[in-house]
C-alpha cells in the first residue's frame, strides 16, 4: 500500500513510499534428528538435527521413560544439538523431541528421536577354559566365556608382571597358543567387553609349563 495527504486547501501531496508485507502463518516443518548409537555407556550424548531454515531457533525436552511422558520444553535457541547429562541408571531408554520456529514466531512440527539406551553394566568377569599345570603339547586353547558379552580381549606371556595382548578385541571367545618349546612357562587370561563398551575384569590366571621330552632310557639289570 502507499498513501498520499491533501490539506484544507485541497492541496494533494505525492505517494508515500510503498509498504509491501508477506503473510505468513506456517511453522517450519519437523526436524530430522540425529539418534546417537545405543547401547551406549555414554551418559552425555549428542543429539543433533538439522536447520530447518534460516533465523529458525529451537526448544527441546526429554523423556527418560522412551516416550511414554517428557519433561519440560527448554527455551528456544539457535543450537542444532542436545546433550543431555543422564542418569546413571542402567537400562533407562531416552528419547528427545525438538520444535521449531521461524523468526516470525510461528512454531512448527515436533520431531521425536529415536530411542537412546543407556548400558553402564559390565559384563560378567569372563570364565575360562582350558589347560592348567604341565602338559605335554607345544600348543594351548583356551575358551573364554562371559554373560552379556560381545567381544573378549586375551593377554599374558611368561610373566605376570609383563604381559602382551595376545588377541585384542574380537567376537571370537577362542585363543590358540602355538610355538610352544619344552621348558617354557606361559599364562593367560581373559576379558570381556559388552556392545556398549561396558568392560569386565580379568579372568583367573591359566599357568602352563611346557614338558615336551620324555624320560630318558631305563638301566635294565638282567640276571646273571
Do not use: C
Not at 527418560?64 to 546413571?88: E, I
Not at 528421536?113 to 594351548?140: F, H, R
Amino acid at each position: 500500500m502507499k498513501v498520499q495527504a491533501k490539506d484544507a486547501a485541497g492541496n494533494v501531496s505525492g505517494y508515500s513510499a510503498y509498504k509491501s508485507i508477506s503473510v505468513d502463518t506456517v511453522g517450519p516443518g519437523a526436524v530430522t534428528i540425529n539418534t546417537p548409537a545405543s547401547p551406549s555407556n555414554d551418559t552425555t550424548p549428542t543429539f543433533t538435527w538439522n536447520n530447518i531454515e534460516s533465523g529458525a531457533t529451537y526448544r527441546v525436552r526429554l523423556s527418560s521413560n522412551n516416550g511414554s511422558s517428557y519433561g519440560s520444553y527448554s527455551s528456544y535457541s539457535a543450537n542444532t544439538s542436545y546433550t543431555p547429562a543422564l542418569s546413571a541408571t542402567s537400562g533407562t531408554s531416552y528419547k528427545i523431541q525438538v520444535q521449531a520456529r521461524d523468526s516470525l514466531g510461528n512454531a512448527g512440527s515436533v520431531a521425536t528421536s529415536g530411542t537412546y539406551t543407556l548400558d553402564t553394566v559390565a559384563p560378567s568377569t569372563p570364565s575360562l577354559s582350558g589347560p592348567s599345570g604341565a602338559i605335554a603339547s607345544t600348543s594351548a586353547t583356551y575358551t573364554a566365556s562371559s554373560s552379556g558379552a560381545s567381544q573378549y580381549r586375551f593377554v599374558g606371556g611368561e610373566e605376570t608382571s609383563n604381559e602382551d595382548v595376545l588377541q585384542n578385541w574380537s567376537t571370537s571367545r577362542t585363543y590358540n597358543k602355538t610355538g610352544l618349546s619344552h621348558g617354557d612357562n606361559w599364562h593367560v587370561r581373559v576379558q570381556a567387553k559388552d556392545a556398549a563398551g561396558n568392560v569386565s575384569g580379568y579372568s583367573a590366571y591359566k599357568s602352563i609349563s611346557v614338558d615336551a621330552v620324555g624320560p630318558g632310557a631305563v638301566t635294565i639289570n638282567t640276571p646273571a
